[in-house]
């Protein structure tokens, strides 16, 4: 299951993921979240608060894989991915493999949601 939630005036699409996605999920939730940065003028910011998708290693890095798809062809400024420990986030830091530069990885969420606002 997902969420979206785009607040157009500050830039920001918010996503929440939870319990586990199928490929055809992961592929309707890529699809709603090309279709919310569209709706977006100017540079995309995006939250993904990732700590409740429970998933084989693989299908999380799937997802990370796509989202981070989404953002080169939406032309994403930030990306914020909240995960559920500081282990989970090393562990895909250490994947690299084209990760934007303007990625970064919490285990809070207030901390990724400052991050995200600042300029």
Request: aromatic share 4%; proline share 4%; glycine share 8%.
């Given at each position: 299951?997902?969420?979206?939630?785009?607040?157009?005036?500050?830039?920001?699409?918010?996503?929440?993921?939870?319990?586990?996605?199928?490929?055809?999920?992961?592929?309707?939730?890529?699809?709603?979240?090309?279709?919310?940065?569209?709706?977006?003028?100017?540079?995309?910011?995006?939250?993904?608060?990732?700590?409740?998708?429970?998933?084989?290693?693989?299908?999380?890095?799937?997802?990370?894989?796509?989202?981070?798809?989404?953002?080169?062809?939406?032309?994403?400024?930030?990306?914020?991915?909240?995960?559920?420990?500081?282990?989970?986030?090393?562990?895909?830091?250490?994947?690299?493999?084209?990760?934007?530069a303007a990625l970064r990885r919490f285990a809070c969420?207030?901390?990724?949601?400052?991050?995200?606002?600042?300029?």
């Open positions: 299951m997902y969420a979206i939630r785009t607040d157009v005036p500050s830039h920001i699409i918010e996503v929440d993921v939870a319990g586990d996605l199928d490929e055809r999920d992961l592929t309707a939730f890529c699809a709603d979240l090309r279709a919310a940065a569209a709706g977006i003028a100017g540079p995309v910011r995006v939250l993904a608060d990732l700590r409740a998708f429970r998933t084989r290693p693989t299908c999380f890095a799937e997802l990370v894989d796509r989202l981070q798809d989404v953002g080169r062809d939406a032309h994403v400024q930030r990306v914020a991915e909240v995960v559920a420990d500081a282990g989970l986030a090393l562990a895909l830091d250490a994947r690299g493999g084209g990760a934007p969420l207030d901390a990724a949601r400052a991050w995200l606002s600042k300029e």
